[in-house]
């Protein structure tokens, strides 16, 4: 079985800044990519960034320049580094994984549990 377990949701005021955790254990043989989703309420899941294992970067257009995605490959973790936040940016982040198992034959997608964001004054 797979877990990605997330941490450092919160809230915080418009301009400040958060960084989430998330890492991936378990019976991992591969892993293809990792990354980042939202979804706000009464909308629907969104891309936020993904890092491929093999290098570069996918940023939503509305995050660029503000948000920056990292890996730690031996950790199979990766962060989201969140600065200048806004109060749109409030949602439920989920943590996303592109992996294969041992006994799997092909890689598929895995999710946290989610942590809530919130950026208010």
């Known amino acids: 079985q797979v877990q990605l377990v997330e941490s450092g949701g919160g809230l915080v005021q418009p301009g400040g800044s958060l960084r989430l955790s998330c890492a991936a254990s378990g019976t991992i043989f591969s892993i293809n990519a990792m990354g980042w989703y939202r979804q706000a309420p009464g909308k629907e899941r969104e891309l936020v960034a993904t890092?491929?294992?093999?290098?570069?970067?996918n940023y939503a257009d509305s995050v660029k320049g503000r948000f920056t995605i990292s890996r730690d490959n031996a950790k199979n973790a990766v962060y989201l580094q969140m600065d200048s936040l806004k109060p749109e940016d409030t949602a439920v982040y989920y943590c996303?994984?592109?992996?294969?198992?041992?006994?799997?034959?092909?890689?598929?997608?895995?999710w946290g549990q989610g942590t809530q964001v919130t950026v208010s004054s």
């Open positions: 996303n994984a592109v992996l294969r198992t041992f006994l799997a034959i092909s890689s598929r997608a895995y």
């Open positions: 890092e491929p294992t093999g290098g570069g970067t």
